[in-house]
């Protein structure tokens, strides 16, 4: 099946930045799409930002654009989100995903198809 597990959440102020980090394991994720979701209680898990197998141009939720940046090795089956300029409205739990197709990702119920999640981690953005 394949695991994704993130690290790098953590307590920021408002303005600040953060890096989360994902590391993909059991599978070779070189041909997935991967990328970032995120969930605040009483809410549905929604995209971030994707980027496809190929390291393309990633996309970005317009909520994100020109703040976030995703990267990734896949040799190393690693993905990166870079969040700058963060505001309490960023605060969530953060989940990797990876999925073959971007469509999947970016649809609007994505969270229902995705294939592959990592367990998530806390992002907490201080006023």
């Known amino acids: 099946q394949g695991r994704l597990v993130e690290s790098g959440g953590g307590l920021v102020q408002a303005g600040g930045s953060l890096r989360l980090s994902c590391a993909g394991s059991?599978?070779?994720?070189?041909?997935?799409?991967m990328g970032w979701f995120r969930q605040v209680p009483g809410k549905e898990r929604e995209f971030v930002g994707a980027?496809?197998?190929?390291?393309?141009?990633?996309l970005y939720a317009d909520s994100v654009k020109d703040r976030f940046t995703i990267s990734k090795d896949s040799a190393k089956s690693m993905v990166y989100l870079e969040m700058n300029a963060l505001t309490p409205d960023d605060t969530a739990v953060y989940y990797c995903?990876?999925?073959?197709?971007?469509?999947?990702?970016?649809?609007?119920?994505?969270?229902?198809?995705?294939?592959?999640w990592g367990q998530g981690t806390l992002v907490t953005v201080s006023s």
């Open positions: 059991g599978r070779t994720f070189s041909a997935y799409c």
């Open positions: 995903a990876a999925d073959r197709y971007m469509v999947t990702m970016t649809r609007e119920d994505a969270y229902k198809y995705v294939e592959v």
């Open positions: 980027i496809s197998w190929s390291g393309g141009q990633p």
